[in-house]
């Protein structure tokens, strides 16, 4: 293993052909802006050599089942959301997915930080709502989501797999009526690997659409039930069919059309689970306004995420 990918002789591990430098520069240049910042870390934008980066820094937050100072915990465990994404960045690079490119991740007893590449464009919700009051039309909003259903299938199809696949995580850039591009950020919680099947498979899948489709009023039923007819009809009915009693050898139309109904109803009930969790939430917070929650004023436009700052 060569010295400075070595988690022994500084921490630092770099993705072909960041050189060691240039892997120093990129954890230790100054942020232009922080995109946002929790409790869980912080996201910066930053920029070298006149190219943008996205850097993220890990804070410790797990704690051991027996109350040990976390700072104590192994390396696999505290820093295990930063090793899954270089892990998912890496394999998908090889994958040709729409996910950043990692270039640098370092490691100790504080902190971890990866810096990859910086995806252009808004969040799923956001990108929608900005230009949905620009144009209500419903032209638009139908081709966009058939695309969407699309680009889903075949994320899913070469591997893809991940948690968390919330709006807040699928970037979109374009204008409303085309060319569209989908990235997806955030993969503390992905997975690269092998097309999902079998029973785990379909329940990922279906974890995935109905995260995807948990998405504020700006955007109308129909628009995610036409994301989801796209979906199935570009490949995704496989999963359908698995996940019913239609067998991929039989030639029952309505057997098969059973299934792929019952796959969609099995994605809305999730995904209204997911509105009435939200919903109950902000009750205890008091939060009541019709777009609380999803980053949109009272007008239903994007505002900036929780501590976003410019530092330039």
């Not at 946002?36 to 820094?57: C, F, N, P, Q, T």
């Not at 991940?162 to 807040?168: F, G």
């Not at 591009?181 to 079998?198: F, T, Y």
Request: glycine letters at 8%; aromatic letters at 8%.
């Amino acid at each position: 293993m060569p010295r400075d990918s070595s988690s022994i002789h500084g921490h630092i591990f770099r993705a072909a052909p960041v050189s060691l430098e240039q892997g120093r520069k990129l954890l230790e240049s100054p942020a232009i802006r922080i995109v946002s910042e929790g409790r869980r870390g912080r996201l910066e934008h930053i920029e070298v050599d006149g190219v943008a980066y996205a850097r993220k820094i890990y804070k410790v937050t797990k704690k051991s089942l027996h109350g040990t100072a976390v700072k104590l915990l192994p390396a696999f465990m505290r820093w295990g959301r930063a090793r899954r994404s270089w892990n998912a960045m890496l394999k998908g690079a090889e994958s040709g997915l729409p996910i950043p490119r990692p270039f640098v991740r370092s490691e100790n007893r504080e902190r971890a930080c990866l810096v990859s590449s910086w995806v252009p464009g808004e969040p799923l919700h956001h990108w929608h709502a900005r230009h949905l009051h620009e144009d209500s039309g419903v032209e638009w909003q139908i081709l966009f989501s058939r695309w969407l259903g699309q680009q889903l299938f075949h994320l899913f199809q070469k591997g893809f797999r991940t948690r968390d696949l919330a709006p807040n995580n699928v970037m979109i850039s374009g204008d409303r009526n085309g060319p569209w591009s989908l990235n997806i950020v955030d993969l503390d919680e992905a997975r690269v690997g092998m097309c999902p099947k079998g029973e785990s498979g379909v329940d990922q899948v279906l974890h995935s659409l109905a995260q995807i489709g948990h998405l504020p009023p700006t955007v109308a039923p129909r628009i995610r039930w036409y994301c989801l007819i796209s979906f199935l009809e570009a490949g995704g009915a496989t999963w359908a069919d698995e996940s019913g009693e239609y067998s991929a050898s039989s030639t029952d139309f309505m057997s098969r059309r059973k299934s792929r109904k019952k796959f969609m109803r099995n994605v809305q009930q999730r995904i209204h689970r997911f509105d009435k969790r939200k919903e109950e939430g902000l009750l205890r917070q008091g939060r009541t306004a019709r777009y609380a929650g999803w980053g949109l004023d009272d007008e239903g436009l994007p505002v900036p995420f929780d501590g976003a700052k410019d530092l330039s």
